[in-house]
């Protein structure tokens, strides 16, 4: 158990759709990373927030955003879904000071 | 961000020492190397860091030229268990604001 939880575990919808993804950091982390993995490809790295305040973008879709609450826990908002958007989405955080990241156990998406 | 390569894939056989390299030409004086290993379904996991020489723990060695523009992650006594992809990624502990990981290295481990 690396600390960092993700919620939902899982989550079906159909295209058109907008879901919410939800990350709590590990206690103490300020900093957390978004990543999306399609099927059998690599990690996606598509945004970083550090103690609320975005602070670098990959290769997100104009369709996604994210942001990062007082209580450090932060969503990824993804709006009208394609096929294309199935994928595994996890996020990480980092203790402060160093640069080892611990990874959630993800939200595997599907969009019919 | 430093950019890594590293080959595709790599096969071994249960009970051999698997030695995987990263090359970053690119790496900056503040960068360190950080090894994960990724499960099917499973966020990644961190395997080892090091910044120079050879680094040691319990599950693998990291072996650092003095140049640093390469790494070598060694796994002794592979098993099949260790099937997995091994990602690289250089990075700075005081600058970790973009996070890439490369395309891994796919390690199949047969009977």
């Known amino acids: 158990d690396s600390g960092v939880t993700q919620t939902p575990k899982h989550l079906i919808t159909a295209t058109g759709q907008r879901v919410t993804l939800r990350c709590s950091p590990r206690?103490?982390?300020?900093?957390v990373y978004w990543y999306q993995q399609s099927l059998d490809q690599g990690l996606q790295f598509l945004i970083h927030?550090?103690?609320?305040?975005?602070?670098a973008k990959g290769n997100i879709l104009e369709r996604f955003s994210a942001q990062q609450f007082p209580d450090l826990h932060s969503e990824l908002n993804l709006s009208s879904l394609e096929l294309g958007d199935s994928a595994l989405y996890f996020c990480a955080s980092i203790p402060r000071g160093e640069n080892e990241q611990f990874f959630g156990p993800g939200t595997r998406l599907t969009v019919l | 961000l430093a950019k890594t390569t590293q080959p595709i894939s790599m096969d071994s056989y249960e009970g051999q020492e698997v030695n995987i390299t990263c090359s970053h030409n690119?790496?900056?004086?503040?960068?360190?190397i950080t090894w994960y290993q990724q499960f099917p379904s499973q966020g990644p996991r961190f395997i080892i860091q090091?910044?120079?020489t050879k680094v040691t723990n319990e599950v693998a060695s990291l072996f650092i030229p003095a140049d640093r523009k390469s790494s070598t992650l060694s796994l002794p006594r592979v098993s099949l268990s260790d099937t997995a992809v091994y990602y690289c990624?250089?990075?700075?502990?005081?600058?970790?604001?973009?996070?890439?990981f490369g395309a891994g290295t796919r390690l199949t481990v047969k009977p």
């Open positions: 206690s103490g982390d300020l900093s």
């Open positions: 090091g910044y120079k």
């Open positions: 690119n790496i900056a004086t503040n960068d360190y």
């Open positions: 990624l250089v990075g700075s502990r005081y600058n970790n604001n973009d996070m890439r």
């Open positions: 927030y550090y103690n609320g305040e975005e602070r």
